[in-house]
């Protein structure tokens, strides 16, 4: 969805090394999500914002930060990359209330070495 | 533990024929339920969901869903495959409560539609 978008679309890194992943979108949502997907695992929620002052932990937020910059931007950190943190990860964006579904950006997907 | 399973890997079909991708949940009270899916090298796309209401709902391309209360069940369904619909399919439950609201997504199902 052009809506959501990610850079960069792919990244190789080697361990130790910082690592920020960017998201933004122009649909006006207040609520943003970050998750990793992983072969035969689904998604899992690392962060998530309801608006810019709101920051929550996902179920697997170790080895994670984020930054809300802004109501349309919100991106996600990896202070000292581990591989075990290779996997593909997208940003979702959603509106108002609980039953609302995400659009999803297109992702990125992240090597380390 | 609150979980999603979609029991099947993969599902083959072939162009034409009906196609079900099946999804079971373990939550607790009334959950959201949503089905996504993702093409290759694409972020997911929402496909339908099940709030409240009559037990079939109805979605993008032509898919449906029938939530089942006694079964746990939200299978998403399709009369007739078509090529274009193979790819990657996802469960997801939504569990609210008083503190917010938690999105579970099964591992994911393949759906392979041969011409």
């Known amino acids: 969805d052009a809506d959501v978008t990610q850079t960069p679309r792919n990244r190789i890194t080697k361990t130790g090394k910082r690592i920020m992943l960017e998201c933004s979108q122009t649909?006006?949502?207040?609520?943003m999500y970050w998750y990793r997907q992983d072969p035969g695992l689904g998604l899992r929620l690392i962060y998530y914002?309801?608006?810019?002052?709101?920051?929550n932990k996902g179920e697997i937020s170790d080895g994670y930060s984020v930054s809300r910059q802004a109501q349309a931007k919100f991106s996600l950190s990896l202070e000292s990359a581990i591989p075990n943190q290779t996997a593909l990860y997208f940003c979702?964006?959603?509106?108002?209330?609980?039953?609302?579904?995400?659009?999803f950006g297109p992702g990125t997907r992240l090597t380390v070495l | 533990a609150q979980s999603v399973a979609q029991p099947e890997d993969q599902v083959n079909v072939a162009e034409g024929n009906p196609l079900t991708v099946k999804c079971t949940y373990s939550?607790?009270?009334?959950?959201?339920l949503f089905w996504y899916v993702q093409y290759p090298n694409r972020g997911l796309q929402f496909l339908l969901k099940?709030?409240?209401?009559?037990?079939l709902v109805k979605g993008s391309y032509g898919f449906e869903a029938e939530f089942n209360k006694s079964q746990t069940s939200f299978h998403l369904k399709k009369p007739s495959a078509l090529v274009s619909d193979s790819a990657l399919y996802f469960c997801?439950?939504?569990?609210?409560?008083?503190?917010?609201?938690?999105?579970?997504f099964g591992a994911g199902t393949r759906l392979f539609v041969k011409a």
């Open positions: 979702a964006t959603s509106v108002g209330n609980s039953y609302n579904e995400q659009f």
């Open positions: 649909k006006g949502h207040d609520r």
């Open positions: 914002s309801f608006d810019v002052k709101d920051i």
């Open positions: 939550v607790s009270g009334n959950p959201y």
């Open positions: 099940y709030i409240t209401g009559d037990n």
């Open positions: 997801a439950v939504r569990v609210v409560n008083t503190g917010g609201f938690k999105t579970i």
